[in-house]
């Protein structure tokens, strides 16, 4: 059974940066797809970036293309760890980000949440102008 826990939530000015950590754990597979997600205030979820663990290809929302950069991380310890480095941010990145994974998927329908076998609990982003 996959966990995944975020971290690296916060307030921060607008122009601010902020970096969430998804820690995974139980993966049967060891490449999968791992996905970040948000949902604002009275927003319905939607999707902020990918990737596919096999080979670093990366997928990423239009709004947020240039500004977020998602990675995995190569330490051997936290090799299951993905982070979601956000730079310039905007009072309408504030929103709770959720970590989620599709085992063994190319990633190659990131954005259907349907397909996310697996949820982290959220972590709140707010930003303020």
């Known amino acids: 059974q996959v966990q995944l826990v975020e971290s690296g939530g916060g307030s921060v000015q607008a122009g601010g940066s902020l970096r969430l950590s998804c820690a995974a754990s139980?993966?049967?597979?060891?490449?999968?797809?791992v996905a970040w997600f948000r949902q604002g205030p009275g927003q319905k979820r939607e999707e902020v970036a990918a990737?596919?663990?096999?080979?670093?290809?990366?997928?990423?929302?239009g709004s947020v293309k240039g500004r977020f950069t998602i990675s995995q991380d190569n330490t051997r310890s936290l090799k299951n760890t993905v982070h979601l480095q956000m730079n310039n941010l905007k009072p309408e990145d504030t929103a709770m980000y959720y970590c989620?994974?599709?085992?063994?998927?190319?990633?190659?329908?990131?954005?259907?949440?349907?397909?996310?076998?697996?949820w982290g609990q959220g972590t709140q982003v707010t930003v303020s102008s």
């Open positions: 139980g993966f049967t597979y060891s490449s999968n797809c």
């Open positions: 990737i596919y663990t096999g080979g670093s290809k990366t997928y990423y929302h």
């Open positions: 989620a994974a599709d085992e063994a998927s190319l990633c190659n329908n990131w954005t259907w949440q349907p397909d996310y076998d697996s």
